[in-house]
C-alpha cells in the first residue's frame, strides 16, 4: 500500500520533497512548483512539511500572551485591502489617550500578558515624537512589558519627519523602550504587486531598507506575506526568497507569519476584482512549502488563528508550522474587514487545542524563549480571563441549569475510541 502512494506523487515534487529534507536549499523555481502542488503531491508536501517541523523544533507549540493596542485608526494611505482605516473627520475615527493606552496595558497585564503589540493608522498629523511617546508612556508605568511595536510603514513615515539617519532613529526607538518590530507592511515584496494593491505605500526597497537597518541595531522583527488577493506563485516564491536573503545576512527574523487575505469588507475584491482570500488548499500549501523553503534559516512558522480559523489552524500545525500565535485581546485590522473568528483566544483555550492534536503546550516571549511548558494538563494554571456571560437558549426554565446540575457525566476515555 505505501508503494501505491509512493508511485501517486510526480517524480518531479518527489525528488524537491526528498532535497527538502535532505538538507539542500530550495529554489524560487522548487517553491513554485510545491504552490502548485494538487491531490497527492499536496499531501505528500504536508507530510514532508511536518516531518521537517519536528527536526526542526519538535513537537512543542508554542503561543504569546500578548494584546493587540491599535492606538488610531487614523489613516490616509488608501490600502485597497484595508477595511481598518478611517479618515480623521469620520463619526468611527479614534486616537487613544495615554490614559486609554495604560488601561488597556493594565488588563493585558492583569491577564498575564508579557507583550503588546501596538500599531495604528498613518495619522500625516503624527510624527516621530509621538511614537516615542507611546513607547516612554508604557514603560514609565509597565517596564517590564514587552513593546513589539510600530510596522515598517509606520516607521517610514515616522523616520522622514525625524531627519535623522535611519539607524540612528531607529536606536531611539529603542532606547525609549521598542523591543521588536512587526514584519507587516509586507503584503507582497513586488512593486508591481504593490502598486496595485497601495500605491502610496512604501515599496519593496524600502521596506528590505528598514527591516535590514533595523537588524543591524539589534532590533529583531517578524516577517509577513499575505497572499490570496492577485499575487501569483512566482510572486510568492520571490518573496520567501528575499526573507531567506535577509535572514541568511542579519539572523534579525524571530518567526514568519503567513497572512491570508482577508476579503469581505474591503475595496480590492469588491470593486477590483481579487480573489475571495486563500482556499484551504492554498492556506495549508502556503505553511507548508515556507517551512521548507525557509529551513534552516527561519524555522518558527506561525498560524494566524484570526485568519484561518482554530480548526484550519489546527490542521496547519499538523503541516509544517509550530506556532499558534498570540491570545490578541483585541483585534481590529481582520475584524474590521470581515474575519469572523474571533478577537481573543484565551491561553487555556491554545493548551486544549494544542493538546486536542497530541502536542505539548508552551508559553513564549515574543523572542521564542519558553517560559513555561505545560506536559500535565492537571497542574495547568487557572484561567486569569474575566467572567464570561453566556447566554443560553431553549426554554427558558432549564436556562438556569437547575434541572442537569444533579447529573453525573461518563469519564471519557482518553485512550482512543
Partial sequence: MLERLRAAVSPYIGRILDDAL????????????????????????????????????????S?????????TNVCYVGCSFCGFARHRDEAEAFDRSDEEL??????AVTRGATEVCIQGGIDPNKDHHDYR???????????????????????????????MPLAEYLRWLVDAGLGTMPGTAAEILDDDVRKVLSPNKLMTGRWIEIVRTAHSVGLRSTATLMYGHI?????????LGILRSIQRDTG??????PLGFIHEKNTLYNHMGARAGATMNEDLRMVAVSRLFLRPWITNIQVSWVKMG???????LCSGANDFGGTLMEESISRESGSDHGENTPAEDFRKYIREIGRTPVERSTTYQVLRRFEDPALDPPSLEPDRQVELSGPERWRDGSRVRDIELPTPNLNGY
Fill in 63 to 71: 503561543y504569546v500572551v500578548c494584546r493587540n493596542i491599535n492606538f
Fill in 133 to 163: 511617546h507611546i513607547l516612554t508612556t508604557i514603560k514609565g508605568v509597565y517596564p517590564e512589558l514587552h513593546i513589539h511595536a510600530f510596522s515598517p510603514e509606520e516607521m517610514d513615515h515616522a523616520h522622514k519627519k525625524s531627519g
Fill in 231 to 239: 499575487e501569483q506563485p512566482e510572486h510568492v516564491a520571490n518573496h
Fill in 252 to 257: 534579525g527574523f524571530t518567526e514568519f507569519v
Fill in 22 to 61: 535532505s538538507g539542500k536549499e530550495l529554489t524560487t523555481k522548487d517553491a513554485v512548483a510545491l504552490l502548485k502542488a494538487e491531490g497527492p503531491d499536496l499531501h505528500a508536501l504536508l507530510q514532508a512539511a511536518d516531518l521537517a517541523r519536528k527536526e526542526d523544533v519538535g513537537d512543542d507549540i
Fill in 102 to 107: 495604560l488601561a488597556k496595558c493594565k488588563d
Fill in 310 to 316: 482554530i480548526k484550519l489552524g489546527q490542521m496547519a
